[in-house]
């Protein structure tokens, strides 16, 4: 086994963690905070929007199985990555998109993927979501993990209710 780690920003990380911890090769996925300059952030913190990070998920995951390539569509299909300001509802630079590597392999990849996705039009604004170079990920609190299995009914609501869903199904499942 080679393990990887990977790091995405896409709005609120209650939503984001589902859709990678269903697929073959993931081994854990956590729920965080990335890209800011306090340490050790608070949930409260970092929605004050005053420590610079972002909501985030690390996504540790066995490169036999699963590629960073793969991961990156996966992503780029959670999250609007015309919406620098924000995801769906939740709006605010601690939600913003935002890809994180961690080699210079994953940099290349992230780039070509977002170059592919701009050119491919489908949608009618630039992807803006920003590749920046890993910082230190910050775990969140105990209550913000796995957030989709603990609160199924409030998660359920949640994510039909911020217009991600709508847009998914919108922007990506052929019809």
């Not at 929605?47 to 490169?63: K, L, Q, Y």
């Not at 999250?79 to 998109?97: E, K, N």
């Not at 920003?130 to 009914?153: L, V």
Request: some cysteine.
């Amino acid at each position: 086994m080679s393990k990887e780690t990977a790091i995405f920003a896409g709005g609120c990380f209650w939503c984001m963690v589902q859709p990678f911890e269903e697929m073959d090769g993931i081994e854990k996925v956590t729920s965080g905070y990335t890209g800011g300059h306090k340490e050790n952030p608070t949930y409260e913190e970092v929605c004050s929007g005053t420590t610079g990070h972002t909501e985030a998920v690390e996504i540790e995951f066995d490169n036999e199985k699963i590629s960073y390539p793969e991961l990156l569509d996966i992503y780029w299909q959670q999250t609007d990555p015309t919406d620098a300001m924000g995801q769906f509802v939740d709006r605010g630079d601690s939600y913003r998109p935002e890809i994180f590597v961690n080699s210079k392999e994953q940099a290349e990849a992230a780039e070509k993927s977002k170059a592919a996705l701009d050119a491919s039009g489908r949608f009618n604004k630039p992807v803006i979501t920003q590749i920046t170079k890993a910082t230190t990920f910050w775990p969140a609190e105990d209550y913000h993990q796995q957030f989709y299995k603990k609160n199924p009914a409030h998660y359920k609501r949640y994510s039909e209710l911020s217009g991600r869903k709508t847009f998914i199904k919108d922007n990506w499942q052929e019809s």
